[in-house]
Every structure is written in C-alpha cells, then in structure tokens.
C-alpha cells in the first residue's frame, strides 16, 4: 500500500503518522524554522497583494484621468449623457448613490448647524 504525502501546517504528515517530514524524522524540524518559513510565506504573498493593489488603483487612476480629459474637451453635455445612460443601464446602483449622496450631504449640512 502506497503512502500519500501531505504537506502544509506544522500538523500535517509526509506518508503516515510516524513518517518523516522535509526530510527528518517527526518532531527533528525545531518549531522556529517551521515559523520562519510560514512567517516568508506570508511575506511573499503580502507583497504579491499590494503589487497587485499598486496595478489596480494605477489602472485606476489613468482611467479616471482619461475620463476627466473627455470630460473637459467635451464639456457638461458628455457628462450629463453618461450619468443618462449609467442610471438607465444600473437604475438600483443609481439609485443607492443618489440616496448616500444625499444622506452625506444632509449629514454635512446639519452639522455646520450645530
């Protein structure tokens, strides 16, 4: 009967119970390396999240930056008729935006009340 190997949290076993694990014996690998291994595994997979975060808003901001230049060489009617056609395309999101930007606004304005 073959064994399978399984790797992963300090808990798992290569082949059986009593087998050996990354090459030792159980209980041989000192628990500050199984840290130091789990803690640059971390690392690396932090790091790849914010490269992937950094491209996102990057992408984000060059759209958002073309946008704006439509929107000056193309004045207020561009704008009014995108707002027209997103409203009829996602009526609900609309709908929620309009309703939060009201609500901040309320909530702004009562508070210079005060």
Same mark, same amino acid.
């Given at each position: 009967?073959?064994?399978?190997?399984?790797?992963?949290?300090?808990?798992?076993?290569?082949?059986?119970?009593?087998?050996?694990?990354?090459?030792?014996?159980?209980?041989?690998?000192? !628990?500050?390396? @199984?840290?130091?291994?789990? !803690?640059?595994?971390? %690392?690396?997979?932090? *790091?790849?999240? %914010?490269?992937?975060?950094?491209?996102? %808003?990057?992408?984000?901001?060059?759209?958002?930056?073309?946008?704006?230049?439509?929107?000056? #060489?193309?004045?207020?009617?561009?704008?009014? #008729? #995108? %707002?027209?056609?997103?409203? *009829?395309?996602?009526?609900?999101?609309? $709908? $929620?935006?309009?309703?939060?930007?009201?609500? $901040?606004?309320? @909530? $702004?304005?009562?508070?210079?009340?005060?």
């Amino acid at each position: 009967m073959e064994k399978e190997k399984q790797t992963g949290s300090p808990g798992s076993f290569e082949g059986s119970q009593f087998g050996e694990r990354q090459g030792r014996p159980m209980g041989e690998q000192p !628990a500050g390396e @199984w840290a130091g291994s789990q !803690a640059r595994g971390l %690392v690396s997979t932090a *790091r790849a999240g %914010v490269e992937q975060a950094t491209e996102y %808003v990057q992408g984000a901001i060059e759209q958002t930056r073309g946008k704006m230049a439509e929107y000056r #060489d193309e004045g207020f009617a561009r704008l009014k #008729d #995108d %707002v027209i056609s997103y409203t *009829r395309e996602q009526p609900m999101t609309a $709908l $929620l935006i309009a309703a939060g930007t009201g609500l $901040l606004i309320g @909530w $702004l304005t009562t508070m210079t009340r005060r």
